[in-house]
């Protein structure tokens, strides 16, 4: 079973989907620990409820970006983490944690890479009249959402979307797709090899780079 740590900053429902798929053993993983930035997120409620430990390290009471990013890989060194989860985590993390653990950190972000890094994704899709939008699921890098891309989840935009069903549209999607790519990396069916390319074992890519999944939401 592979040990599963999850960075948080925020609401935390993409930490209980994660969790709900471990309980019913669609992940061979156990998270052994949530960590926040943020003593208010909601998402360690979340954790408390669904019988999870969690740490807050909370960025704020460190003097500089170092300071923290220290504390952090001190308290991931001793976790000694299988992979380590970014979901909703709103901190930048730097070159030192990142080449530590390039190969066992991942990140969710809410566009489809490259396009839309950073924040406010939905509101620029919308606004340029996108056709499609979506996730995307990375290991990370010190560049901010560029590490090499592992997924994305794909939906089309309507005429007249609105805000909030995009984002719950986008929601329902990360739900399923970072807990099924969770499952293939603890299965060992999706790795950075020692060129930092992925590599893809029993998944049908049909004839794309990268594992791209269409949801008709
Ligand atoms: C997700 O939409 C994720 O893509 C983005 O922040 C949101 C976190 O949601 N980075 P939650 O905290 O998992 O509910």
């Known amino acids: ?15 209980e989907a994660i969790v709900n798929n471990c309980n019913s053993n ?9 960590i926040s930035n943020d003593p208010s997120a909601y998402g360690l409620k979340r954790a408390s409820d669904l019988g999870i430990p969690s740490k807050i390290i909370d960025h704020k009471k460190y003097n500089n970006r170092d300071d923290f990013e220290n504390s952090l890989e001190k308290y991931l060194d001793q976790l000694n983490p299988d992979l380590i989860v970014l979901a909703g985590f709103m901190r930048i993390l730097g070159s030192k944690i990142t080449n530590k653990y390039l190969k066992k950190m991942i990140n969710l972000h809410p566009s489809l890479l490259p396009k839309y ?16 939008h979506g996730i995307s699921i990375h290991f990370v890098s010190s560049e901010l959402d560029a590490g090499p891309l592992i997924a994305q989840g794909i939906i089309d935009l309507k005429k007249n979307d609105k805000l909030d ?15 099924k790519i969770i499952s293939e990396i603890c299965k060992g069916n999706i790795y950075l090899n ?5 590599n893809y074992l029993n998944i049908n890519l ?4 990268i594992l791209k999944i269409k949801y008709e939401l």
């Open 194 to 198: 020692q060129s930092n390319e992925i």
């Open 26 to 34: 669609n992940i061979n993983g156990e998270v052994i620990k949530v």
């Open 117 to 132: 890094p950073g924040l406010n994704t939905h509101e620029k899709a919308l606004s340029n009249s996108d056709k499609i």
């Open 165 to 179: 069903e995009v984002i719950n549209r986008i929601h329902t999607i990360e739900h399923q797709l970072l807990p």
């Open 1 to 15: 079973m592979k040990k599963i740590v999850v960075l948080i900053s925020g609401s935390g429902s993409n930490l």
């Open 206 to 209: 049909k004839n794309q780079k």
